[in-house]
């Protein structure tokens, strides 16, 4: 509901959308057909936005996803049986590794069976379309209901027992042990043929072959064997559970407006791809998954971006390549505990980010680490990526974070710019550019003189958010990251000390910054900061330390092993959910840690 934790909940996918369940059996979030779509499901943001329940009244539930699926199961003990509820998205039948979720029926499955005794099935469904605006005529059909109204029809595949009131249906169903029901919600639009009703038998077999689906993937993708390999290998399923199919893009998350400040403003759409995760992202599928998805995620940022080199170049896209993600607001919803306004779409689509070239330029660099070639046609737009870069670094931008105040000179932002320039000198046979090499060595010089001047501050004894600035960003352990500096030059280390000390909280977790941002309130520390933390003092050789930082964040995952984007004072994880950056965050780490443990020394590319 929109007053439990967020960390009460755990994701379902098929490859094109996603559901969250509570630990109480409720699904309160379900956008159909694709991430990005309206809800169908919203009680997550307003108690009458919409829900399906299954429960067991009284009864404890304890639940895990199934080994190396996204399928959820929920096991509720009551005093007189025991029932297990088995939850998943259908990803298509015999969809398997690399074609799971290919041709995704738009289907939420559920299962329940009594494991023992007797049990009492609490149903309850209330399906609330466009953000619970539609409130749906609801027809008893054989083997279940049809819900119409707006330009959604939905199918519930159902036991007998159904009763319908108005826009709800509830039932009661009495099981005993062996017994099974099953339930199925399929979607479609108005103008399209009817979904389908399933039967009990067909429902049961989606579910396996949805399983099996999850399964072949993990088989296919997963060989990492280093430090926290369950955390690692379940962070590259969320990954994939977050990836749209038909593109290859990743969302941010599953979630709009679960808020970094709990009643404030701070509630953003995240249901889009930014190219600022770009390279972080491709490292990640790198240790966590395979060249496939890294190779589609990378060709779906390039064909996004291709045509807007001429001007400022768009930092995110909707999953399937759109461009204008305008920001409305909803008000008929309260907010995930009154936190407003509800959003979607995103303003910050046109703001400009001079740090997407870097980003752009080093997932190229991993592309070609992996697979060794790049198409003629990305290869041309690389190269004016790289040319960008040198025209444009000087300019002021929002930066990283997307700060809603007046453009300034971020040094994220110019470490960007430089990293593009010497993944581009790096890659320039292959993008057979060795004519601007010279232009570009010289420019990445440039640059680089220019942040060891401008963004280093004697008052903060490290690099900081701005040229200019006395105020610290978690950003600047990028510059660690990408090889700008080693880990043991005496002002970067100056600088982990400094984030170590000066911009964490009590418990050492990581803020982005403490800045004013233009914002009312305050925001949580961020758990990918807290890696790149954890990250940056292993590139330094503080691996004892890295472990510790590590730890800490990793402690926050939830039961189901997600994480939010941020932590509050009170320990609590809030902001949109699952984030694909923590989760990307804690890969890569790990990843940093498991390589400085076998003593694998990090590239040094300008001692």
């Not at 994701?11 to 109480?24: K, P």
């Not at 309206?38 to 304890?62: K, N, Q, Y």
């Not at 509800?342 to 980003?359: I, M, S, T």
């Amino acid at each position: 509901m929109s007053h439990l934790p967020i960390a009460d909940y755990a994701l379902l996918s098929d490859c094109r959308s996603a559901a969250l369940v509570s630990r109480a059996g409720s699904v309160d979030w379900l956008c159909l057909p694709r991430f990005d779509g309206p809800s169908v499901f919203a009680r997550l943001l307003d108690d009458a936005g919409g829900h399906w329940s299954i429960r067991v009244p009284g009864a404890d539930g304890t639940r895990r996803y199934v080994d190396q699926t996204m399928a959820l199961e929920t096991t509720f003990k009551a005093p007189s049986g025991t029932a297990v509820l088995t939850d998943a998205m259908a990803v298509g039948r015999n969809d398997r590794g690399h074609d799971l979720g290919a041709a995704s029926p738009g289907a939420l499955l559920r299962r329940v069976v009594c494991l023992d005794g007797e049990v009492e099935v609490e149903v309850s469904y209330a399906p609330r379309p466009e953000y619970g605006l539609v409130h749906p005529l609801l027809l008893m059909v054989d083997g279940g209901l049809v819900a119409r109204g707006g330009a959604d029809v939905l199918a519930l595949s159902a036991p007998a027992g159904l009763v319908v009131d108005g826009d709800t249906a509830t039932a009661r169903l009495a099981l005993r042990a062996g017994e099974v029901a099953c339930f199925a919600l399929h979607h479609a639009r108005s103008w399209e043929p009817s979904p389908s009703i399933w039967t009990q038998a067909e429902v049961a077999r989606q579910l396996e072959d949805a399983l099996e689906g999850w399964r072949s993937w993990s088989a296919m993708h997963q060989a990492y064997e280093g430090p926290w390999r369950e955390l690692v290998h379940h962070s590259g399923r969320v990954l994939q559970a977050l990836t749209f199919q038909p593109t290859g893009a990743i969302v941010a998350a599953a979630t709009t407006s679960l808020p970094e400040t709990v009643g404030g403003e701070r509630n953003w759409d995240y249901r889009y791809t930014w190219v600022r995760d770009a390279s972080m992202t491709m490292e990640a599928l790198w240790v966590a998954a395979c060249p496939d998805e890294a190779y589609r995620f990378f060709a779906f940022l390039a064909g996004a971006a291709a045509s807007q080199l001429h001007r400022d170049l768009q930092i995110m896209f909707g999953v399937g390549g759109e461009h204008d993600l305008t920001e409305r607001e909803l008000p008929h919803l309260s907010g995930w505990r009154s936190s407003r306004p509800v959003r979607v779409g995103n303003g910050a689509w046109n703001q400009r980010q001079l740090d997407v070239y870097g980003e752009l330029l080093g997932a190229a660099q991993r592309l070609v680490d992996q697979l060794g070639e790049l198409h003629p046609a990305t290869s041309g737009f690389l190269v004016a990526a790289a040319d960008a870069a040198a025209d444009r670094w000087m300019e002021k931008d929002q930066g990283i974070w997307e700060i809603r105040g007046a453009p300034r000179d971020f040094l994220y932002s110019k470490l960007m710019c430089w990293w593009a320039l010497d993944r581009a000198i790096a890659l320039a046979g292959r993008l057979g550019a060795g004519d601007r090499v010279d232009r570009w060595t010289g420019v990445r010089d440039e640059i680089r003189a220019a942040i060891l001047e401008h963004g280093w501050s004697d008052r903060a004894g490290a690099y900081t958010q701005a040229f200019g600035s006395d105020e610290l960003d978690a950003s600047a352990l990028m510059m660690v990251v990408t090889g700008f500096l080693p880990g043991t030059d005496p002002r970067m280390k100056a600088t982990i000390d400094a984030i170590a000390e000066h911009l964490t909280d009590e418990r050492g977790l990581v803020y982005r910054y403490r800045a004013a941002d233009g914002l009312e309130g305050e925001e949580g520390t961020f758990l990918l900061c807290t890696f790149w933390l954890a990250q940056a003092l292993a590139l330094a050789g503080e691996v004892d330390r890295a472990r510790a930082t590590f730890e800490r964040a990793v402690a926050y995952t939830n039961d189901v092993g997600l994480l939010a984007e941020e932590v509050d004072a009170n320990g609590e994880m809030i902001g949109n959910f699952p984030q694909a950056f923590s989760h990307i965050g804690l890969i890569n780490a790990a990843w940093a840690i498991s390589q400085a443990e076998a003593g694998v020394a990090p590239p040094t590319r300008h001692p």
